[in-house]
């Protein structure tokens, strides 16, 4: 049972356009969520992440928004550059500041392409 | 600079063989994760670390198991290799909560 859904597995926007990925949750034990890049053969880099306190957090070109009763959260970019181009996780974990720390349930990722 | 290393990076085993990935931070965290990463599921959770003497199972914890008998070493072990162990192999870790949890460039296995 897949509990944190990437429902688009790619996504191809223009250069200089907004890009925004998806994620929807189904436990709502979860409380805290986040979103990683990954570029081909290294690892997840931490991009952004939010509370369930708040409905939005904002770092430079890259935005979450949390939309608890929808169980739903999104990352916007603004604007879309050719170095954006990788895949995006988002995730999540209940209890963040306790016992479940680290422990992340990753949906399946949205491939990003970023035409010039 | 402090980093998260894992070796090696990609390696071919046969059915039945023990294999041990490893991995090292010199960032001094406490806490430690090992993922894999397979086609459909993202990334999921194999083990972690609290601390030193601690391991705990995550989600697909079968046919897996770690030590930790140091802070900056968390390696993870195939005690009997099968081809569904075919995956990516992903280790973190973290100071702790409210921080950015690090990930390592990633172990290749094949099991054939």
């Known amino acids: 049972d897949q509990q944190v859904k990437q429902n688009s597995p790619s996504l191809s926007v223009q250069e200089g356009r907004i890009s925004i990925l998806n994620c929807d949750y189904t436990n709502s034990m979860f409380d805290y969520f986040l979103w990683y890049k990954k570029y081909p053969a290294e690892g997840p880099t931490f991009l952004i992440s939010?509370?369930?306190?708040?409905d939005k957090n904002e770092d430079g070109r890259f935005t979450v928004f949390l939309n608890k009763s929808a169980k739903h959260l999104s990352l916007h970019i603004v604007p879309s550059q050719p170095g954006d181009s990788a895949v995006y996780f988002c995730?999540?974990?209940?209890?963040?500041?306790?016992?479940?720390?680290?422990?992340?349930?990753f949906g399946q990722g949205t491939i990003l392409t970023v035409h010039p | 600079d402090a980093e998260i290393t894992q070796s090696p990076r990609h390696k071919i085993t046969e059915t039945g063989r023990q294999v041990t990935l490893a991995c090292h931070q010199t960032?001094?965290?406490?806490?430690m994760f090992w993922y894999r990463q397979d086609l459909g599921h993202g990334l999921r959770l194999i083990h972690y670390?609290?601390?030193?003497?601690?391991?705990n199972k995550g989600e697909v914890s079968d046919g897996y198991s770690v030590s930790r008998s140091n802070t900056e070493d968390l390696p993870l072990t195939l005690e009997s290799a099968a081809s569904s162990q075919t995956s990516v192999y992903f280790c973190a870790s973290s100071p702790g909560p409210g921080n950015t949890i690090y990930f390592g460039e990633g172990s290749w296995l094949t099991v054939v």
């Open positions: 960032w001094n965290h406490n806490n």
């Open positions: 939010i509370s369930s306190i708040k």
């Open positions: 995730a999540a974990s209940g209890n963040a500041g306790g016992t479940s720390y680290g422990k992340l349930t």
């Open positions: 670390s609290y601390g030193v003497q601690d391991t």
